[in-house]
């Protein structure tokens, strides 16, 4: 009998361990990321709202047409694509939505590009 109580409480154990580290490499992940975030707004040189928006050479129509060229859209895309932080990656997408580039949120990782 104290044999199995040894082996239960063994196993219990073994259980609390593994949803510790479960639990310190989620928030490793979730610092690493914001981290990231960090760097990335401070190494990126600030750009005028209209050139970053609208202009001839601006963000937003690069933008348009990478991702009426690609066929696809999300916020992940476009920060690798212009190298850019999430914040201003989102910013672009809401603009494109606007514009009727892409349609609005349904779900999922990718938005519907608009033909």
Same mark, same amino acid.
């Given at each position: *009998? ?6 239960? =409480?063994?196993?219990? *154990? ?14 490793? #992940? %979730? ?9 990335? #707004? ?9 050139? &970053? ?11 348009? &047409?990478?991702? =009426? *060229? ?9 920060? %690798?694509?212009? %190298?850019?932080?999430?914040? =201003? ?9 606007? &514009? ?16």
């Amino acid at each position: *009998m104290e044999e199995f109580e040894q082996k239960h =409480r063994i196993a219990e *154990m073994e259980k609390g361990i593994e949803s510790l580290v479960a639990m310190i490499s989620e928030l490793y #992940e %979730k610092v690493h990321r914001v981290e990231r975030v960090l760097l990335d #707004e401070e190494t990126i040189e600030p750009i005028e709202q209209e050139v &970053d928006e609208r202009g001839e050479s601006g963000l937003l129509t690069n933008a348009t &047409d990478y991702v =009426r *060229m690609t066929g696809r859209c999300s916020v992940s895309l476009l920060q %690798k694509h212009f %190298k850019i932080t999430y914040k =201003r990656a989102f910013s672009l997408l809401d603009g494109l939505e606007e &514009d009727g580039v892409i349609a609005p949120y349904r779900g999922g990782p990718e938005r519907v590009v608009n033909q």
